[in-house]
């Protein structure tokens, strides 16, 4: 039996999925990694189960292999990091499917007797107002009104991922896939509730301010989004962004999801139902003492 949780990563050969694998190989824990195909990385401490989740006539067979891997364990993290980033249709489809997946394998779980977490992460798109909000946003903020429901979940908040070279000229509020990995392990450490957690980047968030000088740039990428590139998910993300873009400063810092200002989170945490709202530096071994918490508005 394995000491502390085994940790099933779904999405395991994704970007966050390998990085989140490669610290837990670091820390001397058990996963086990569900994706389409395995991975090559950190083999020697993960066991790979093959299937694709958004078929789900491949489940049965995935949640055998599951049984079988965690077998003579009682502790269990159900990290869902699963995102087919290819169209809109592909991001809902998997988004969907995942979600479907995961509430199943849980609920089976617990019938038999085991202690099951649910770590689902997201990005603060997931805060983001009607009116500026992504497929992508709209999809995650539906996934986390379905896993609000558990008794032991952690809904993770991230900001904006950028690998590591990436990361040191974005002079904002972002977090490297290493450290988002980091966060996550640390969550998974704290003891299990229902809890909404926001992951701070070392930066403070930008404002870029257009104003009315970008109103043809925000129309010209909502059309397209509403049009020909209507599947592109990167199309929804420029106009939400050119949107902000003209808003005033003293309006776009209440509504601007990348800072994720305490308004827009504990809106959405009302909406949930959760009792705790939380909060982590990027990469920091601990979450931030209780004083330091979210406070409620």
């Known amino acids: 039996m394995t000491t502390g949780p085994v940790y099933v990563v ?21 996963a086990i990694g569900i994706s389409r195909q395995p991975g090559a990385t950190v083999a020697t401490r993960v066991d790979w189960i093959q299937a694709d989740l958004a078929a789900t006539e491949q489940w049965p067979r995935a949640q055998k ?31 969907g499917a995942v979600t479907a997946f995961t509430l199943r394998a849980q609920h089976t779980l ?34 986390a009104l379905r896993y609000a429901r558990l008794s032991r979940i952690d809904l993770v908040l991230l900001p904006q991922l950028l690998d590591a070279a990436e990361s040191s000229g974005a002079g904002s509020a972002t977090c490297t896939y290493g450290a988002a990995a980091a966060s996550l392990t640390a969550i998974s450490q704290e003891p ?15 404002y870029a ?66 009792s705790r709202v939380r909060s982590i530096s990027a990469g920091a071994p601990h979450a931030l003492p209780e004083e330091h918490d979210e406070k409620r508005t």
């Open 10 to 30: 779904l999405g395991g050969t994704g970007r966050l999925g390998r990085y989140l694998l490669a610290e837990l190989h670091a820390q001397g824990r058990r």
């Open 65 to 95: 292999q599951l049984f079988h891997l965690l077998a003579g364990e009682k502790e269990v993290v159900l990290a869902d990091l699963l995102l087919d980033r290819t169209s809109v249709t592909s991001m809902r489809r998997s988004i």
């Open 110 to 143: 617990v019938t038999n007797g085991f202690t099951v977490q649910v770590l689902a992460a997201s990005t603060t798109a997931t805060l983001a107002p009607r009116m500026l909000q992504t497929p992508y946003g709209r999809a995650k903020r539906a996934q």
């Open 192 to 206: 299990a509730d229902r809890s909404l957690w926001v992951v701070r980047g070392s930066v403070p968030h930008s």
């Open 209 to 274: 301010q257009r104003g009315l000088a970008g109103l043809p740039t925000f129309l010209g990428a909502l059309a397209l989004s509403r049009t020909v590139s209507r599947n592109n998910p990167a199309a929804h993300r420029r106009a939400s962004r050119a949107g902000l873009a003209i808003l005033p400063p003293h309006i776009r810092v209440q509504v601007d999801h990348h800072g994720a200002p305490e308004r827009l989170v504990h809106g959405f945490a009302r909406q949930l139902g959760v």
